[in-house]
């Protein structure tokens, strides 16, 4: 089966190609912003315009446009080569890369959130999710505490604040790996997981003055 990996959730905009256990082709670029113009020239670029069986794409949480971009095009990609389309966790996918390197470590993942809060969660040595994806401040995340294995983009600044040995493992999540995370986190619910709510009250829901 051919699949095709779609990760955009971060300042990571990475796609992959594989076949079987074969990496046919894999392009991991780290942008501020420009997810959008960028993601499907990537794909275009990929042995039979990136052609697959199944799509795999990234849930979130993470930037809301780079999350939407992501789901979109999947979706579209989907319906025209007539593949599967399944979603998956950003975190679970940092959980999976960080545990590559530490196997069987159960493994907390920090990454940068909005308005100075952080994505913070926890995985089990599975791979599985141990507790709900939670959104925090700093100091809330001290107070929560963390597993001895920290990954993410703030895996070092959150270990830092805790004060004590921790292995940290800073990385962005990468689609070339999406094959590590468990089957069980995988779904056909294409629903983005921002972990927090908007930053703008949607219309209908706005009082009148």
Not at 112 to 120: D, K, P
């Amino acid at each position: 089966m051919r699949v095709l990996a779609i990760e955009t959730a971060s300042e990571a905009c990475s796609i992959a190609l594989t076949e079987g256990a074969a990496m046919l082709a894999h392009d991991h670029r780290v942008m501020a912003r420009g997810h959008a113009e960028a993601l499907v020239p990537m794909i275009g670029a990929l042995p039979d315009k990136g052609r697959a069986d199944r799509i795999l794409v990234s849930l979130g949480p993470g930037s809301f446009t780079g999350v939407r971009i992501g789901l979109a095009t999947a979706r579209a990609l989907g319906f025209a080569w007539g593949a599967e389309v399944l979603g998956y966790p950003t975190l679970a996918l940092i959980a999976a890369q960080a545990q590559a390197l530490h196997p069987g470590e159960p493994v907390t993942v920090c990454m940068n959130g909005g308005h100075g809060e952080w994505f913070v969660q926890d995985f089990g040595a599975d791979g599985l999710t141990a507790n709900e994806l939670s959104s925090m401040a700093p100091a809330a995340a001290m107070a929560a505490g963390a597993r001895n294995l920290i990954a993410g983009n703030r895996a070092e600044d959150f270990a830092a604040l805790l004060g004590d040995a921790r292995q940290v493992v800073t990385l962005l999540p990468d689609a070339a790996q999406v094959g590590l995370v468990p089957d069980a986190l995988l779904t056909t619910h294409l629903a983005p997981i921002y972990g927090r709510g908007a930053d703008a009250t949607p219309m209908a829901l706005r009082k009148p003055a």
